[in-house]
C-alpha cells in the first residue's frame, strides 16, 4: 500500500473511527497439542486493574509493521507442517480459547468497561463473552460433520468414478476488529478459523487499548505464536497488516475503510470477508401493538448506547403511530435507565471524537428543521462525560447527515410511512443495510418484507438478536460487506473445497479416444443426443 493509500486510510479512520483502526499485538497460536497456558497468569486475581501504566508497558512491547511479514511466515511454516489438523487437535484449540475466555474473564470487563470509560458487565458477557463460548460448543458438537468429505455426484461419462469434496484448511488468517465488541469481533472469526484447522494473525482497534493489550496477553497465553497472534498498534501497523499475503483476511469496520482494505488485499489477490454496517431499518407495521414495537427496539437500541453494527439505525412507523411510537420508545428507555450519567448500566462513547460526530448529527438536524426528542428522565448535566442521552429524531429528511451516515450511537431517526409497499421502497431506494427488522405478526406479509428486500440479515419481531444464532451464516452484502462467518458457513469460508475424483484400473475413456468417430465413441454420441435435447419453452 502506498503512501497517498495509508494517509487515505488514516484520513478515514479518523473520521468514521467506527470499527476502525486496527491494532497490532502479535500473540499466536499453533498446537500440535504440546502447548499449554501458563497456570499462573491464567489464574491470577481478577481484580487486577488496568492501568494506564500497564497499557503503556505493554505497548513498548508490540511488533512494528516492519516485524509483521516474519509472523506471517512463522505461521505459514507451522501449517506447512501439519497442513490438515485432526478433528482432536481442532477440537483442543477450541478448549484452550474456551478456558481463557474463563480464566480472564473478570479482567476482560474491566478492560472493556475502561475502553468506554463505563459499560455495563452484564452487556460485555451477553454480547461478547457468553456469544463466544456458544459459538465454540456449537463447532465442538459439529466438527466432525463438517469436516467429513462429502460424496457427489459422478456423470454417466466418467463412471466409473467417484468424486468427493474435501475441505481443507486455507492456511494462516487475517482478522481485523474494531473497537465497538472488541472482544466478540476479534474472537468470533477466529473460533470459525480455528474450526476450520487454519491459524490466525489479529490487529486490534487503537481505540480499544486496553482490551487489545489483555487479548494479546490472553492470546500469549493459550497459544504459541505460530497458532494464534494478536498485534496491536497504530495506523502504520494497520496499513501493514492489511497488506500481508493472508490466505484469508476478515475486517469489520466502516465501508469507506473497508474499500481500502479490499484494494490492498487485492495486492495479493487475497480473499476477503467485510462486515460493514450501514444503516439498518426496522419497520413497524400498523397492526402491530406499537408499544410492544417501541420496547422491544429500545432494548436494541440501548445495547452499547447503540454503538452496534445491526442497531436499528432507523424506524419506518406508520404516520398516524408516529407520536403514540415516540412516546412508548421513551417510557422503556426510561424504565430501563431512570438515570444515565452515572448509572453502570448505561454505556458511554467510546472517544470524545465519536461524541462530537454524534452531537455534529443533532445539530446538523435541528438546524434544517427537524425535531429533537431528548430522553433524559432525570435531566442531568452530561458535560465532564463521554455518556449522552437517547435521543429520537422526528422530521427528518435524506438531507440530513442522520439519514445519510450511519449513526453508531445512541440517536435514532423516526421515519413516518403511508403504505408498508412505501415503506418498502423506501428501504430499496438506499444502500443495502447489514440487517432488516421487521414487526407483523402476519407471516405472510413478513415474508412479503423478506422477499422483496435485501440486507445481510432479516429478524422478525426483534432486533439485533440474529447475531448470537450461531447455525445462521453472519455477514452483510454490497455496501454492507460481502462473505460470512458464523454457522456452517462460517467453516466454509475458512476452508478450500477441493474436488477430488477417483478413478479405478478400468478407464472406459481409452475406448473412445482418438482415432475420432470410432464404433464406442459414435454410439455415445447418439446416446448424449437422445438425453439432451432442445427445450420446448
Given at each position: 500500500?502506498n503512501e497517498?493509500?495509508?494517509?487515505a486510510?488514516t484520513?478515514q479512520l479518523?473520521?468514521?473511527?467506527?470499527?476502525p483502526?486496527l491494532?497490532?499485538?502479535?500473540?499466536?497460536?499453533?498446537?500440535q497439542?504440546?502447548?499449554e497456558?501458563?497456570?499462573?497468569?491464567?489464574r491470577?486475581?481478577?481484580?487486577?486493574?488496568?492501568t494506564?501504566?500497564e497499557?503503556?508497558?505493554s505497548?513498548?512491547?508490540?511488533v512494528?509493521?516492519?516485524d509483521?511479514?516474519?509472523?506471517?511466515?512463522k505461521q505459514r511454516?507451522?501449517?506447512?507442517?501439519?497442513?490438515?489438523p485432526s478433528?482432536?487437535?481442532r477440537?483442543?484449540?477450541?478448549?484452550r480459547?474456551?478456558?481463557?475466555?474463563?480464566d480472564?474473564?473478570?479482567?476482560?470487563e474491566?478492560?472493556?468497561?475502561?475502553?468506554?470509560?463505563?459499560?455495563?458487565?452484564?452487556?460485555?458477557?451477553m454480547?461478547?463473552?457468553?456469544?463466544?463460548?456458544q459459538?465454540i460448543?456449537?463447532?465442538?458438537?459439529?466438527l466432525g460433520?463438517?469436516?467429513?468429505?462429502?460424496?457427489?455426484h459422478?456423470p454417466?461419462s466418467?463412471?466409473?468414478?467417484s468424486a468427493?469434496?474435501h475441505?481443507?484448511?486455507?492456511g494462516?488468517?487475517g482478522i481485523?476488529?474494531?473497537w465497538?465488541f472488541?472482544?466478540?469481533?476479534?474472537?468470533?472469526?477466529?473460533?470459525g478459523a480455528?474450526a476450520?484447522g487454519?491459524?490466525?494473525?489479529?490487529?486490534?482497534s487503537?481505540?480499544?487499548?486496553?482490551?487489545g493489550?489483555l487479548l494479546?496477553?490472553m492470546i500469549?497465553d493459550?497459544?504459541?505464536?505460530?497458532?494464534v497472534?494478536v498485534?496491536t498498534?497504530?495506523?502504520d501497523?494497520a496499513?501493514a497488516f492489511?497488506?500481508l499475503?493472508?490466505?484469508h483476511?476478515?475486517f469489520?469496520?466502516?465501508?469507506?475503510?473497508?474499500?481500502?482494505?479490499m484494494r490492498?488485499?487485492?495486492e495479493n489477490?487475497?480473499p476477503v470477508?467485510?462486515?460493514?454496517?450501514g444503516?439498518s431499518?426496522a419497520?413497524?407495521h400498523?397492526?402491530f401493538?406499537?408499544?410492544?414495537a417501541a420496547k422491544?427496539l429500545?432494548?436494541?437500541?440501548g445495547?452499547?448506547a447503540?454503538?452496534?453494527?445491526?442497531s436499528p439505525?432507523y424506524?419506518l412507523?406508520p404516520?398516524?403511530?408516529v407520536?403514540?411510537?415516540?412516546?412508548?420508545?421513551a417510557?422503556?428507555i426510561?424504565?430501563s435507565?431512570?438515570?444515565m450519567?452515572?448509572?453502570k448500566d448505561?454505556t458511554?462513547?467510546?472517544t470524545?471524537?465519536q461524541k462530537?460526530?454524534?452531537?455534529g448529527y443533532?445539530?446538523d438536524?435541528?438546524?434544517?428543521g427537524?425535531?429533537?426528542?431528548?430522553?433524559?428522565?432525570?435531566k442531568?448535566?452530561f458535560?465532564g462525560t463521554?455518556?449522552?442521552?437517547?435521543?429520537?429524531?422526528k422530521?427528518?429528511?435524506?438531507?440530513m447527515?442522520?439519514?445519510?451516515?450511519?449513526?453508531?450511537?445512541?440517536?435514532?431517526?423516526v421515519v413516518?410511512?403511508?403504505?408498508?409497499?412505501d415503506?418498502i421502497?423506501y428501504?430499496n431506494?438506499h444502500?443495502?443495510p447489514l440487517a432488516?427488522?421487521?414487526?407483523d405478526?402476519?407471516?405472510?406479509?413478513?415474508?412479503?418484507v423478506?422477499?422483496?428486500?435485501?440486507?445481510?440479515?432479516?429478524?422478525?419481531?426483534?432486533?439485533?438478536?440474529?447475531?448470537?444464532?450461531?447455525?445462521?451464516p453472519?455477514?452483510?452484502v454490497?455496501?454492507?460487506?460481502?462473505?460470512h462467518?458464523?454457522?456452517?458457513e462460517?467453516?466454509?469460508t475458512?476452508?478450500?473445497?477441493k474436488?477430488?475424483?477417483r478413478?479405478?484400473r478400468?478407464?472406459?475413456?481409452m475406448?473412445i479416444?482418438p482415432?475420432?468417430e470410432?464404433?464406442l465413441f459414435r454410439?455415445?454420441?447418439?446416446l448424449?443426443?437422445?438425453r439432451?435435447r432442445?427445450?420446448?419453452i
Open positions: 500500500m497517498s493509500l495509508a494517509n486510510w484520513g479518523r473520521m468514521t473511527e467506527r470499527h483502526t491494532n497490532t499485538n502479535p500473540e499466536d497460536t499453533d498446537m497439542s504440546t502447548h497456558p501458563k497456570t499462573n497468569v491464567a491470577r486475581s481478577s481484580a487486577k486493574a488496568i494506564g501504566q497499557t503503556a508497558r505497548s513498548a512491547k508490540s512494528t509493521a516492519a509483521l511479514a516474519g509472523l506471517l511466515d511454516q507451522a501449517y506447512l507442517q501439519d497442513p490438515m478433528r482432536k487437535t477440537i483442543h484449540r477450541l478448549d480459547l474456551h478456558n481463557a475466555l474463563f480472564y474473564r473478570a479482567q476482560l474491566e478492560a472493556v468497561s475502561a475502553d468506554f470509560s463505563n459499560r455495563a458487565v452484564a452487556e460485555t458477557n454480547t461478547e463473552l457468553d456469544p463466544l463460548l459459538g460448543a456449537y463447532y465442538r458438537k459439529r460433520k463438517f469436516m467429513k468429505p462429502q460424496r457427489r459422478t454417466l466418467q463412471r466409473p468414478a468427493m469434496v475441505y481443507q484448511p486455507l494462516v488468517v481485523v476488529a474494531p465497538n472488541p472482544i466478540f469481533l476479534a474472537l468470533s472469526p477466529l473460533v480455528l476450520a487454519n491459524r490466525a494473525m489479529i490487529k486490534t487503537e481505540f480499544s487499548p486496553r482490551t493489550e494479546k496477553e500469549a493459550a497459544f504459541s505464536d505460530d497458532e497472534l498485534v498498534g497504530d495506523v501497523v496499513t492489511t497488506k499475503p493472508f490466505d483476511l476478515v469489520t469496520g466502516s465501508t469507506s475503510v473497508g474499500k481500502i482494505v490492498a488485499a487485492a489477490l487475497t470477508t467485510l462486515e460493514l454496517g444503516k431499518p419497520i413497524i400498523r397492526d401493538p406499537i408499544e410492544e422491544r429500545a432494548f436494541s437500541k445495547i452499547n447503540g454503538q452496534l453494527c445491526v439505525d424506524v412507523c404516520r398516524d403511530q407520536d403514540a411510537f415516540c412516546n412508548a420508545f417510557d422503556s426510561c424504565g435507565y431512570p438515570t450519567r452515572d448509572n448505561y458511554a462513547i467510546i470524545d471524537r462530537e460526530r454524534l452531537e443533532l445539530v438536524a435541528q438546524e434544517k427537524a425535531e429533537l426528542l431528548v430522553i433524559n428522565p432525570a442531568e448535566d458535560s463521554r455518556k449522552m442521552p437517547m435521543t429520537l429524531v422530521g427528518a429528511n435524506d438531507d447527515k442522520v439519514l445519510q451516515d450511519e449513526i453508531f450511537g445512541p440517536i435514532i431517526t413516518p410511512y403511508d403504505s408498508l409497499e415503506a421502497d428501504v431506494s444502500p443495502r432488516l427488522y421487521y414487526f405478526w402476519d407471516k405472510r406479509r413478513a415474508q412479503h423478506v422477499e422483496q428486500t435485501h440486507s445481510g440479515g432479516v429478524a422478525l419481531n426483534e432486533a439485533t438478536v440474529h447475531v448470537l444464532f450461531d447455525d445462521l453472519f455477514g452483510g454490497g455496501p454492507s460487506g460481502m462473505g462467518y458464523h454457522g456452517k462460517g467453516f466454509l475458512f476452508s478450500k473445497a474436488g477430488v475424483i478413478k479405478g478400468i478407464n472406459p475413456m475406448w479416444a482415432p475420432w470410432n464404433w454410439q455415445v454420441a447418439a448424449q443426443s437422445r439432451y432442445r427445450r420446448a
